[in-house]
């Protein structure tokens, strides 16, 4: 059985991220996305709108976003839609328009060639042998099975991270399944939407237009989220004036959304759990990139470091962002309790006025 130092699953940003700073190990990744930038294999549904954050972290790492991750069009506000109080504000936003799957695809393609990579590949199985190494399994497309041994593993999976359910198997966490259609050339203005609607959701939902087409999603509770999916949709296709009769496309997966210190998972036993594995999203906004970019390059840091209490210092490293995401719930309580909702958007804290020219 092949041995490497440390084995990364997953390679969104914090595996990308990790994979391509830590230096002198050998390094397996593995992920179920097809590398080449097309439509084939998993492509991780995600509104794709870089946050300012997000935007930080990549200058800290002297990254700049190349023209084939940027799409069309770039929207500096968003609508915010209230069907509780039938309000509507719009607030200024400075989110960079990308197609996630190629700002995946260029990410992955700057971890260096001696880290070995097994893309189009599903983590199916993790377990540890006697001499206490994780042995990681995994199959390809054509269903062919391996297995390969580590002392360290990295959960960089996702929200169904298979390394957090292996390492908590009995923990609870708070999440969602955010569902998304897209629709080609709908007769629409550019729009970028949030849509709040209590009976539907205590989370909310989104449209926003990328190149030809327009995507409405959003995060429901998971025991009946298609149904509400439909039913949201309903609503916002007579406010909006869309046809919403033609999708080309559905993608659904499960966001986390912690609300508490105990909704984090950073791992033990040589095992750590990064990015949204961990539970580091906001949950006032679902944005995650910052968060999964922040915490790979605090775990390269350590482990490039060479100091041997590595669980220690992740802990005490990833506090500030811990605390960051726990006092969300403070942003949220205005965001998503109905009576403090209608109270700031009546007020017009923070709008803008827009007029339209055309
Ligand atoms: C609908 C939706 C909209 C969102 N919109 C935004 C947004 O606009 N902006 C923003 O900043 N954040 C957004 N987020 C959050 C953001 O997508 C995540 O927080 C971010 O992608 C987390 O990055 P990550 O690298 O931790 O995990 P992911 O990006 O989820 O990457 C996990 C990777 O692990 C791989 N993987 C999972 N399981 C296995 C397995 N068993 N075997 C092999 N590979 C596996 C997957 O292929 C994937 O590539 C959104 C989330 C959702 C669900």
């Not at 719009?90 to 260096?112: E, G, T, V």
């Not at 989370?203 to 409405?216: N, Q, R």
């Amino acid at each position: 059985m092949k041995y490497y130092n440390i084995i990364i699953i997953g390679l969104g940003p914090a595996g990308s991220i990790l994979a391509s700073s830590i230096k002198n190990k050998t390094i397996l990744v593995i992920d179920k996305k097809n590398p080449n930038n097309s439509n084939e294999g998993f492509h991780k549904p995600c509104g794709g709108l870089l946050a300012p954050d997000a935007q930080k972290v990549l200058a800290e790492l002297s990254l700049s976003i190349p023209k084939s991750v940027v799409v069309d069009p770039q929207i500096f506000s968003v609508k915010t839609i209230d069907f509780d109080h039938h309000l509507e504000r719009s607030y200024q936003r400075m989110y960079l328009n990308m197609n996630r799957h190629a700002f995946d695809c260029w990410l992955m393609s700057k971890i260096p060639n001696h880290v070995e990579k097994a893309t189009s590949c599903t983590v199916i199985k993790i377990d540890k042998n006697t001499e206490g190494q994780y042995v990681v399994t995994y199959k390809n497309e054509k269903n062919e099975f391996f297995s390969c041994e580590a002392d360290m593993v990295v959960g960089a999976d996702g929200a169904s991270s298979i390394l957090r359910h292996y390492l908590y198997p009995k923990a609870k966490y708070r999440y969602y399944t955010a569902i998304q259609q897209w629709f080609k050339n709908v007769d629409i203005k550019p729009v970028y939407s949030c849509i709040f609607d209590s009976t539907i959701t205590d989370c909310y939902s989104w449209s926003i237009s990328k190149d030809d087409y327009l995507i409405f999603g959003g995060a429901y509770p998971s025991k009946n989220a298609r149904t509400l999916f439909e039913e949201q949709k309903k609503k916002v296709s007579l406010k909006l004036q869309v046809d919403f009769s033609n999708a080309v496309k559905i993608e659904a997966c499960l966001v986390m959304r912690p609300r508490l210190m105990k909704h984090f998972f950073l791992g033990h036993d040589q095992a750590f759990l990064i990015g949204e594995a961990a539970g580091f999203v906001s949950p006032s906004s679902l944005e995650g990139i910052s968060y999964a970019i922040k915490s790979a390059m605090i775990l390269a840091h350590i482990i490039n470091g060479g100091n041997k209490s590595f669980h220690h210092q992740y802990q005490v490293e990833t506090r500030k962002m811990r605390m960051t995401l726990y006092l969300k719930r403070i942003k949220c309580l205005f965001i998503y309790h109905p009576i403090l909702r209608k109270w700031v958007m009546k007020s017009g804290i923070r709008s803008i006025k827009v007029n339209e020219i055309v």
